[in-house]
């Protein structure tokens, strides 16, 4: 048990050395989390509470300033990182599991299972996926969990189609006749020959998605279709800084902090890319 | 290659009504109510108003009655009437368009120029200083929100530093060249002004950069990859065995073969930019179809959200058509299946 432990430390060691940019999207992504987890532990601030004149420049009791209202910019801003990280999780694993599972339906059964599926992938990924995102938060109303719902239908079509193909590749190989040739039934055959071999490439691209997802759900909020005030949520954060267009550190901390988780997931995915899957490495 | 071609042309309109019908059914099986937008709070106690706007609107219509008027008003160009700007929302979209057509192919231009120039850096410096801080420079512009980077690029080059100007198309002082095109650059040109040219162009400076930047990201790394596969290619032992120089075995020999996979991500970068566009407008205050959407999407005017979501869908899909076409012509040995 404990050389099967050290072991893996050791692999992980590897990896972390072999791969600079690992390490930083970690630190990155780590610091972010333990800033959501604990941040109503040790913030000076109330995050919804005035606590000082109103747009008031970055100074030593207030790091980035105050906002419109009078509240402190950076402790609204860790508190921004619950609302992201809370919606890109979900809205990832919601795509991740409505797209797998369709996807792989469509490249298992084949016809018109297929037909369907793939035909209503096809429409939803024919629209600009802002526009898309825009109408549906729209219609079903502003909010925050509107705007996820919004983003889940936009972005579950692409695992769907990453699924299928993958699953197409898989079910032709030489071993899955083997299985289907030794009784298997199709079930089987789905979940414990053909799915285990197909999961590689989701996962890669579901990493490098999450700072994609938390960049379109804060597009929805600075429109004003997401998170509603007084949620200090970073896109709704950016459109009070536009509105105050002269007092620039209201926006500048939320924008730090999309751009690092962006960088962040894309660090982590693309190493992920390097050692999960060879073949496509080095690019 | 002409059934391919055919075939292509022949779903265009089928995905076209899926695009519709997706957009129709959506607005409709949610609970936002479109009266709201129409009547004042204080009449919609009042059954006789909300009865005749019902009326009006065609609301009062079942949902097959409604989605039949829909598609067959589109068939006819009839994109419905905003319940915003009380005006047809083609006419709305179509006064719209050159402006978000002038920074798109700005954007497109400079998003393309610097993603290939980014990426033959980044291929020739494999490996060292130079190609990370190309690729990084890279990665920043598609993960940044624009909607930010603009704000604080507007705010320390024009408010600061003086040298672009604020928000809008031309200055206030200046009037808008004679309508031929609909692009101001263009426009002015025509009408032989040079001056309000130079303040179209002076104008675009900024918000092109912003939104070509989103897509600069994607297409330096994937001319890096190309080229790197080029290079690796026997031609270039060749190339360089017969004593080509560097500059020449790069852009003449490695550059053109690596382009081929390049156009296709060029094309379909069109969706990004689309996209970026409708953020980017609401930032610089560009009187384009994105600035549109989100006033729409703002006040739940469906019938225009669900225009520009047309508009853009049908741009996206004729980009991809043409694209695929291209990649066909540049490439015969690829079969289209």
Redo the contacts between chains.
């Keep these: 048990m404990s050389s099967a432990l050290a072991s893996f430390s050791q692999t992980t060691q590897r990896w972390l050395a072999a791969k600079p940019a690992l390490l930083i999207g970690l630190l990155i992504i780590g610091f972010w989390i333990v800033i959501a987890l604990t941040v109503h532990l040790w913030a000076p601030y109330d995050p919804l509470k005035i606590v000082a004149r109103k747009l008031q420049p970055p100074s030593l009791q207030h790091w980035l300033g105050t906002d419109a209202l009078g509240r402190d910019v950076l402790v609204r801003t860790f508190y921004g990182a619950r609302y992201s990280l809370a919606i890109a999780a979900a809205v990832v694993f919601c795509s991740v599991l409505i797209g797998s599972v369709l996807g792989a339906l469509s490249g298992f059964f084949g016809g018109w299972t297929d037909s369907v599926i793939m035909?209503v992938v096809?429409?939803?990924l024919?629209?600009?996926?802002?526009?898309?995102a825009?109408?549906?938060?729209?219609?079903?109303?502003p909010g925050l969990q509107n705007a996820a719902l919004a983003v889940i239908v936009v972005w579950w079509p692409v695992y769907a189609r990453l699924m299928r193909g993958q699953v197409l590749d898989v079910i032709s190989r030489d071993h899955i006749e083997a299985a289907r040739a030794g009784g298997a039934s199709r079930f089987r055959l789905l979940t414990k020959h053909v799915l285990p071999l197909s999961w590689t490439p989701t996962i890669i691209s579901a990493t490098m998605d999450f700072?994609q997802v938390v960049?379109l759900a804060?597009?929805l909020s600075?429109?004003?279709?997401g998170a509603q005030p007084p949620t200090p949520e970073w896109?709704s954060m950016?459109s009070d800084?536009?509105a105050y267009?002269?007092s620039?550190w209201i926006?500048?901390g939320?924008?730090i902090a999309?751009?690092s988780l962006?960088?962040g997931f894309?660090f982590i995915g693309d190493s992920l890319r390097d050692i999960l899957d060879p073949r496509q490495g080095g690019? | 290659m002409r059934n391919y071609v055919l075939r292509r042309l022949i779903s265009f309109p089928l995905l076209l009504l899926g695009v519709a019908t997706f957009a129709f059914l959506l607005s409709h099986l949610t609970q936002a109510d479109p009266l709201a937008a129409l009547v004042s709070e204080r009449q919609m106690n009042n059954p006789d108003v909300v009865e005749a706007t019902k009326r009006r609107w065609g609301l009062d219509k079942s949902l097959p009655e409604q989605y039949l008027i829909y598609v067959g008003n589109l068939v006819t160009g009839d994109l419905g009437i905003s319940f915003r700007t009380r005006r047809p929302v083609l006419t709305d979209i179509a006064e719209r368009l050159p402006a978000t057509l002038e920074l798109v192919i700005f954007a497109m231009l400079f998003g393309t120029v610097s993603g290939v120039g980014l990426g033959v850096l980044a291929s020739r410096f494999q490996g060292r200083p130079i190609d990370s801080a190309a690729r990084l420079f890279a990665l920043f512009g598609s993960t940044v929100p624009v909607f930010w980077s603009g704000l604080l690029l507007l705010y320390i080059l024009s408010v600061k530093f003086g040298v672009i100007p604020g928000p809008g198309r031309l200055d206030a002082r200046s009037v808008a060249p004679e309508f031929v095109t609909g692009l101001y650059t263009v426009d002015a040109l025509i009408a032989g002004q040079f001056s309000t040219f130079l303040n179209a162009l002076h104008h675009l400076l900024l918000p092109a950069f912003v939104l070509g930047w989103s897509v600069m990201g994607i297409i330096s790394r994937l001319v890096r990859a190309s080229m790197l596969d080029a290079l690796g290619q026997d031609y270039i032992l060749a190339a360089r065995a017969k004593g080509a120089g560097e500059r020449r075995t790069l852009l003449r020999h490695a550059l053109p073969n690596a382009m081929i996979p390049t156009l296709t991500i060029i094309g379909y970068s069109f969706a990004y930019l689309i996209t970026g566009a409708v953020l980017t407008e609401a930032v610089f205050a560009w009187p384009g179809i994105g600035s549109y959407a989100v006033d729409s999407a703002r006040t739940l005017d469906y019938p225009a959200i669900i225009g520009v979501s047309l508009v853009g869908a049908s741009a996206f899909l004729l980009a991809n058509l043409a694209t695929d076409v291209a990649y066909a012509y540049a490439n015969p040995r690829i079969k289209l299946g």
Aim: charge should be positive; hydrophobic fraction near 55%; aromatic fraction near 14%.
């Design positions: 035909r096809d429409v939803t024919a629209f600009p996926p802002v526009l898309l825009m109408s549906i938060a729209a219609s079903l109303g700072g960049l804060a597009s600075f429109i004003g279709l896109g950016i800084g536009a267009f002269y620039w926006a500048f939320p924008g999309i751009l962006g960088l894309n690019r």
